[in-house]
């Protein structure tokens, strides 16, 4: 088991280019990321065909892809990791909700139809739009929202990712709560 200086080394490592780095790396995290993994697909409706697995490979992919990243510590690789599985999920929603034609369309009950994933990709795309509108006026508590609600990350996790005080993060977290239920629900 590696320390934490010993994992900022290898992030440090990993900004500098070093791919052997990531490889490294990816084994260290691997549960971790399943767990973030998990809270993501929570959120999402009974009938997603992507896998926690699939999730967390392309994820994977596109952490690998990443050129101008300088690794801070283990929580802002998290929170990266986080993000990623975001708009991953994001993209394949949108995807979802653009198949006009039905295409893999599967046959539902009329009793059923509450159930449907295209509702909860519909929510996804309107938190998203919310939640970007919400980086436009308050980058931080769009961060702190990615954070918490997309990457299961703790108050302190948070804090640590961010170099604030965790009573600022809970803060900006029940603002921001509390502005994307107006902006998504237009009370």
């Known amino acids: 088991m590696r320390t934490e200086n010993e994992f900022s080394q290898l992030l440090a490592q990993l900004s500098n280019g070093d791919r052997e780095a990531l490889e490294e790396i990816f084994p260290l995290v691997t549960r971790d990321l399943r767990q973030i993994a998990h809270a993501h697909m929570r959120k999402e409706g ?8 699939a999730l967390i490979n392309e994820a994977y992919l596109k952490l690998i892809d990443q050129k101008n990243v300088q690794w801070q510590n283990r929580s802002h690789f998290f929170a990266i990791a ?13 995807t979802r909700l653009r198949d006009k034609r039905g295409g893999g369309a599967i046959h539902v009950e009329l009793e059923d139809a509450y159930n449907i994933s295209a509702e909860k990709s519909a929510e996804l795309v309107a938190l998203d739009e919310a939640l970007n509108r919400l ?3 308050d980058p931080m508590k769009s961060q702190i929202v990615e954070m918490r609600h997309f990457g299961g990350m703790s108050v302190e996790e948070t804090a640590e990712a961010l170099g604030v005080a965790p009573i600022t993060v809970m ?4 603002l921001a709560k509390a502005w994307l239920r107006r902006e998504i629900v237009g009370e």
Do not use: C, G, P
């Open 46 to 53: 009974v009938n997603h065909t992507l896998q926690t697995t």
């Open 171 to 174: 803060r900006h977290w029940n």
């Open 82 to 94: 986080s993000k990623v599985m975001r708009r991953i999920l994001l993209d394949y929603a949108k």
């Open 135 to 137: 980086a436009e006026v």
